[in-house]
């Protein structure tokens, strides 16, 4: 007697093992079949998602995959083909990532789109400059922009703004930022005449840069002046174009504009964009602090930036204070932090803003005290501090800091007795500077808006409408008589 033996279905090799995941080399190609998918069908939007795609995949870039991918892309008997290959060594490692299902017989037969063309110069540059290759990156770099300032295709701009950014970050760190001024202004002036905005904006941020690590202010007003405006397209861009607007208004003292600019950039910069963020931050903080205004503590207690800002934090504090001997010490601990960030004049302007301040700390505190005793207070190292003393308060009281007068005779310094600040136009000044923000960030955020393009929906003339409304009129009476009829 033969007894039945249940069979259990035993899964297959191919079904228990998870497929692998795709190669960098396959990412790669992918991305390269977008470029060209966006370039047939004239799209920039498919060229800035290739794009953003080879940002993700920076990390993962390496010599094989390079060189696979710059052999599977380009005609190998084409220019670029031998000048790319030369950056890319290529390594005999068993355990290279390429793809086995491509070789040398399946290379595009095709015509290569200048679009693939410039974008393996834009995966190359990056990749050299991951691995700390600058002077080739320069060269690689500087070969890319011969190459595009020959090519005149909107869906090669996208490519070209990164290529531009990249173009002067090379050199700026091997510190020939000012070899390739002229070049910049001449990309520049190639973009204004083939209204390429988006390489305009980058290109204007690049000379700003560039004009502002040589100190070099006034001529960036006059560029920044002159240059075409337009709405932003970039948001990356933007934000640096409002940093270095507020860095301009700094140095030219008009603190409330900078003020607006670089708190509107690190408000409007990604959250991922951290360095940028702290730098805004740190500009805010002077200028906030040469205006008169102290700023909040939340502000020095953001996520990730305590430790880039507890220098600043110490210098608000000392000017919160109004004690001049602290000040001096904050700014000789870190000196060196403050010449690195670039703001090390500025907090020599703020001398007189700690000085304001322990002033005013003294006549709220005492109705009569005097000048050498506010000498005193306010540690005042010179030859003659009485003499100081005297001069401060003078052009304290002339500019409004303080509410006193001067008694010369027994060298007094009397205090008026302070009123009611609900009885003076201050709580308007304030809530009408709120509400202007509020309704500033309205505007921006509607502005920011996007709306479908109206090109397809065609517009309705005066005949065509009458025409229209005169058949609805006709249909409705028509519909009146059949109702009349069936009663």
């Known amino acids: 007697m033969t007894q039945d033996v249940e069979m259990k279905d035993h899964p297959t090799p191919s079904q228990s093992l998870p497929p692998p995941p795709p190669s960098t080399l396959h990412h790669l190609k992918e991305i390269a079949s977008v470029i060209e998918n966006g370039s047939k069908s004239n799209e920039v939007r498919r060229i800035g998602r290739a794009v953003r795609l080879t940002i993700a995949l920076r990390r993962r870039l390496t010599a094989p995959v390079l060189a696979a991918f710059i052999d599977y892309a380009l005609v190998p008997g084409s220019d670029p083909h031998p000048r790319l290959s030369s950056y890319l060594p290529k390594e005999d490692d068993q355990a290279m990532e390429t793809d086995t299902a491509t070789s040398a017989a399946q290379t595009h037969a095709k015509q ?28 690689c770099s500087t070969a890319s922009i011969v190459r595009l300032k020959s090519l005149n295709s909107r869906t090669v701009d996208v490519i070209a703004s990164r ?6 970050y090379s050199y700026e760190l091997t510190g020939d930022l000012a070899e390739i001024r002229g070049n910049l202004l ?12 988006l390489g305009q904006e980058t290109l204007l941020n690049l000379l700003l840069r560039n004009y502002l690590h040589y100190n070099l202010y006034d001529q960036a007003e006059k560029l920044r002046s002159k240059a075409p405006r337009f709405e932003a ?15 301009i208004r700094t140095i030219q003292l008009e603190y409330t504009d900078a003020k607006e600019s670089l708190l509107q950039a690190a408000r409007k910069a990604p959250v991922a964009a951290r360095g940028f963020r702290i730098q805004c931050n740190k500009w805010a903080v002077i200028v906030r602090l040469l205006l008169g205004e102290i700023p909040e503590r939340t502000v020095f207690m953001q996520g990730g930036m305590e430790k880039a800002l507890r220098p600043y934090f110490e210098l608000t504090n000392a000017v919160r204070i109004g004690d001049l001997e602290l000040f001096r010490s904050v700014a000789e601990k870190y000196a060196t932090t403050f010449n690195t960030d670039r703001t090390h ?8 803003n700690v000085i304001r301040t322990g002033l005013r700390n003294i006549s709220i505190s005492y109705s009569r005290i005097s000048l050498a005793d506010v000498a005193h207070k306010l540690r005042l190292n010179s030859a003659n501090p009485v003499a100081d003393a005297e001069s401060i308060v003078a052009k304290a009281i002339r500019d409004g800091a303080i509410d006193a007068t001067l008694d010369h005779t027994n060298g007094w ?63 409705a009476k028509h519909i009146e008589e059949e109702d009349d009829d069936d009663f």
Request: charge should be neutral; aromatic fraction near 12%; hydrophobic fraction near 35%.
């Open 413 to 475: 310094m009397v205090s008026k007795e302070t009123g009611d600040i609900y009885s003076t136009n201050e709580p308007q000044l304030a809530f009408n500077s709120r509400i202007a923000f509020c309704l500033n960030m309205h505007n921006e955020a509607v502005r920011a808006l996007r709306f479908p393009p109206n090109t397809l929906k065609e517009k309705e003339s005066a005949e065509k409408r009458r025409e229209r409304q005169q058949q609805e009129q006709e249909l």
């Open 345 to 352: 004049n500025l907090i020599v302007r703020l001398r007189h």
């Open 163 to 168: 290529l531009y950014f990249y173009y002067s």
């Open 112 to 139: 290569l789109s200048p679009e693939l063309e410039i974008y393996c110069y834009f995966v190359v540059l990056l990749f050299l400059i991951d691995q700390k290759r600058y002077n080739e990156a320069k060269d």
């Open 186 to 197: 001449a990309l520049h002036r190639i973009t204004t005449l083939r209204h390429d905005e």
């Open 233 to 247: 397209h970039s948001n990356q861009q933007f934000c640096r174009y409002l940093f270095y607007l507020g860095q």
